[in-house]
């Protein structure tokens, strides 16, 4: 399907809006999907690894500055910050994207990947320090590699769509999308 920039017409108000034509059908029916696909994977993360965490509560709750090496207590931190924010601010920010506010997809990347780059820092600091990997845990608990591999890169497949889509409508920075009818409304910020 092409979409042109040329069908918008512009109001006084700062607000695009395009004819009611099949094309403008079209896009607002993707877009309807899109937005329930995005909350799907929003409610699925979400429960994902709140589940993962009610199993594994020691795992995740922990005091991260009781450790006496300065660089691991760093590590923990970080850590900590990064599973909440997937677990959490990552389903919010999916959330308020595909109720119309587009602004906050920018910062899906960062929750999305702050837990696997805590991960694997971790995992190079224990080489270094002990000569070790500790994958282990993977092979033990195979929740994990969903939890700690693929979620975090279905989120960031997300964020691309989330580009490709702002990049459709042929904005860089859109505001809000509303769909009411056959009409498709676009702020522009």
């Given at each position: 399907?092409?979409?042109?920039?040329?069908?918008?017409?512009?109001?006084?108000?700062?607000?695009?809006?395009?004819?009611?034509?099949?094309?403008v059908v079209k896009i607002s029916k993707t877009i309807d999907l899109?937005?329930?696909?995005?909350?799907?994977?929003?409610?699925?993360?979400?429960?994902?690894?709140w589940l993962v965490i009610a199993t594994f509560p020691d795992f995740?709750?922990?005091?991260?500055?009781?450790?006496?090496?300065?660089?691991?207590?760093?590590?923990?931190?970080?850590?900590?910050?990064?599973?909440?924010?997937?677990?959490?601010?990552?389903?919010?920010?999916?959330?308020?994207?595909?109720?119309?506010?587009?602004?906050?997809?920018?910062?899906?990347?960062?929750?999305?990947?702050?837990?696997?780059?805590?991960?694997?820092?971790?995992?190079?600091?224990?080489?270094?320090?002990?000569?070790?990997?500790?994958?282990?845990?993977?092979?033990?608990?195979?929740?994990?590699?969903?939890?700690?591999?693929?979620?975090?890169?279905?989120?960031?497949?997300?964020?691309?769509?989330?580009?490709?889509?702002?990049?459709?409508?042929?904005?860089?920075?859109i505001s809000s999308i509303t769909t009411s009818g056959k009409n498709?409304?676009?702020?522009?910020?």
């Amino acid at each position: 399907m092409i979409f042109r920039k040329t069908s918008y017409t512009k109001n006084n108000l700062g607000t695009k809006k395009l004819f009611d034509s099949e094309v403008v059908v079209k896009i607002s029916k993707t877009i309807d999907l899109s937005l329930f696909s995005i909350n799907v994977i929003a409610a699925m993360n979400f429960l994902v690894y709140w589940l993962v965490i009610a199993t594994f509560p020691d795992f995740f709750f922990f005091n991260p500055l009781g450790n006496a090496n300065v660089l691991r207590r760093f590590e923990l931190v970080i850590s900590t910050a990064g599973w909440i924010s997937i677990s959490t601010l990552a389903p919010i920010l999916l959330l308020l994207y595909s109720s119309g506010s587009t602004r906050v997809g920018r910062f899906l990347p960062f929750c999305a990947l702050l837990w696997p780059v805590s991960l694997i820092i971790s995992q190079v600091t224990r080489y270094v320090q002990s000569g070790a990997f500790y994958f282990s845990y993977l092979k033990s608990f195979p929740i994990f590699i969903f939890t700690d591999i693929l979620l975090p890169l279905i989120l960031m497949t997300v964020w691309i769509a989330i580009k490709r889509h702002r990049k459709f409508l042929g904005q860089e920075e859109i505001s809000s999308i509303t769909t009411s009818g056959k009409n498709l409304e676009v702020e522009l910020s």
